[in-house]
């Protein structure tokens, strides 16, 4: 089974240019960083919020917020990623995305790896015997997985259709997660 929640369909839910400009205009003006916001960009990039002009003051005001406001996401993200270099999973697209912990891609193989080290059972003999690994199968493996190791959080895992013709592996697409998930998802790694 393929879960078909896109990237285009999780931007559906983000906030609107205007929405976004007045909320970081007001974020600022608390945080006493005065910075001139237009609405929203006319042109050249319709959709985008647009800052105005920043002190130098200012500028390193803002970069200690936006740090300490990301402090236990990269410190999540970090551990995360150590965690799973130590078990030599081929997961290097692990970074911070707009708040939330991006897990990249992975192959069947990796994917049917960090299933197994979640605690999922072994597959039976006839899967393991199938070359290549059913990517369907696996993404629901891992799913199932996560969820029960992070004790009922969720992972968006679909299958990437493949660009380059049928002898191609298929590869997982592994969604994000918010910081609490990543630190529980690295409590169920510990060695």
């Known amino acids: 089974m393929r879960h078909h929640d896109s990237p285009a369909h999780a931007l559906d839910h983000r906030p609107s240019s205007r929405h976004a400009a007045a909320e970081l205009g007001s974020a600022l003006r608390e945080a006493g960083i005065r910075v001139p916001l237009a609405r929203h960009c006319a042109e050249p990039q319709p959709g985008q919020v647009e800052l105005g002009p920043l002190s130098p003051g200012e500028a390193s005001q803002l970069a200690r917020l936006v740090r300490t406001g990301t402090k236990r996401t990269l410190k999540a993200a970090r551990a995360l990623r150590d965690i799973v270099d130590a078990y030599r999973l081929d997961l290097p697209g692990i970074q911070v995305r707009d708040g939330r912990i991006a897990l990249g891609s992975a192959s069947p193989a990796t994917a049917e790896l960090l299933a197994r080290l979640l605690g999922a059972p072994p597959p039976g003999p006839d ?49 994000s997660i918010d910081e609490a998930a990543a630190r529980r998802l690295v409590a169920a790694l510990r060695f």
């Open 127 to 175: 899967t393991l015997a199938a070359a290549p690994l059913d990517a369907d199968r696996v993404g629901e493996r891992l799913r199932l997985a996560f969820t029960a190791a992070t004790g009922g959080d969720v992972l968006d895992v679909h299958v990437e259709e493949a660009e380059a013709g049928p002898d191609v592996e298929p590869v997982l697409a592994l969604g």
